[in-house]
């Protein structure tokens, strides 16, 4: 039977320490900024009728708002939040 105590979390390697880190330096709204971009440069190729490359980078907005939510998490949290915490 699982105990209903929380199982420690193994700390993160080296390598998503070293993401983290780098990551961690990007201003979040780099990201936001970034997704506005996109949804512009994809209505701009809308009507410029290049409706395949319009979909190509619309596409790219969500990726960018995903990936400022996790530089938000990683700010926030950390990888080792929860060993630093203890």
């Known amino acids: 039977m699982p105990s209903s105590a929380a199982s420690p979390t193994p700390p993160e390697g080296p390598m ?3 993401i983290e880190q780098q990551t961690a330096k990007i ?3 780099w990201f936001l900024w970034a997704a506005v971009g996109s949804i512009a440069a994809s209505a701009f190729l809308q009507v ?3 409706q395949h490359a319009s979909t190509f980078v619309g596409q790219w907005a969500p990726t ?3 990936l400022g939510l996790y530089n938000k998490l990683v ?3 950390g990888s080792d939040h929860a060993r630093h915490a203890a």
Do not use: E, N, T
Request: aromatic residues 6%; proline residues 7%.
């Open 16 to 18: 998503a320490k070293s």
């Open 27 to 29: 201003p979040s709204d």
């Open 48 to 50: 410029s009728r290049k």
């Open 64 to 66: 960018f708002l995903i």
């Open 75 to 77: 700010k926030q949290l």
